[in-house]
Nanobody, 123 residues
Framework: QVQLVESGGGLVQAGDSLRLSCTAS????????VGWFHQAPGKERKFVGAVSWSGSITYDTDSMKGRFTISRDNAKNTVYLQMNSLKPEDTAVYYCAASAIAGAVAVDLYAYWGQGTQVTVSS
């Protein structure tokens, strides 16, 4: 069992930056791929990116790859999502999740989820 807690969300203006944190407890954190997802009101939860236990990183789209950066600090059991040049369309609840499958992208492959943190970007 892995417990995940996200933090760092908030209300910002377009063009601002935020860094979200996902801190894990429970089973060894280094065994898991940790992914970030976002879910806007009335929409399905979507993959943002993930970092595997080896440090390999996958992003959803080229635009996110240019603005969002994922990193992990295994010593702190924490994964970060640095979001730059935020846009109003980035407004969503952001979740981190853990999967035992390397490179997992699909929501269904993630067994453990945090409670989410709200990010609101005003224009």
């Amino acid at each position: 069992q892995v417990q995940l807690v996200e933090s760092g969300g908030g209300l910002v203006q377009a063009g601002d930056s935020l860094r979200l944190s996902c801190t894990a407890s429970g089973r060894p954190f280094t065994s898991y791929t940790v992914g970030w997802f976002h879910q806007a009101p009335g929409k399905e939860r979507k993959f943002v990116g993930a970092v595997s236990w080896s440090g390999s990183i996958t992003y959803d789209t080229d635009s996110m790859k240019g603005r969002f950066t994922i990193s992990r600090d295994n010593a702190k059991n924490t994964v970060y999502l640095q979001m730059n040049s935020l846009k109003p369309e980035d407004t969503a609840v952001y979740y981190c999740a853990a999967s035992a499958i390397a490179g997992a992208v699909a929501v269904d492959l993630y067994a453990y989820w945090g409670q989410g943190t709200q990010v609101t970007v005003s224009s």
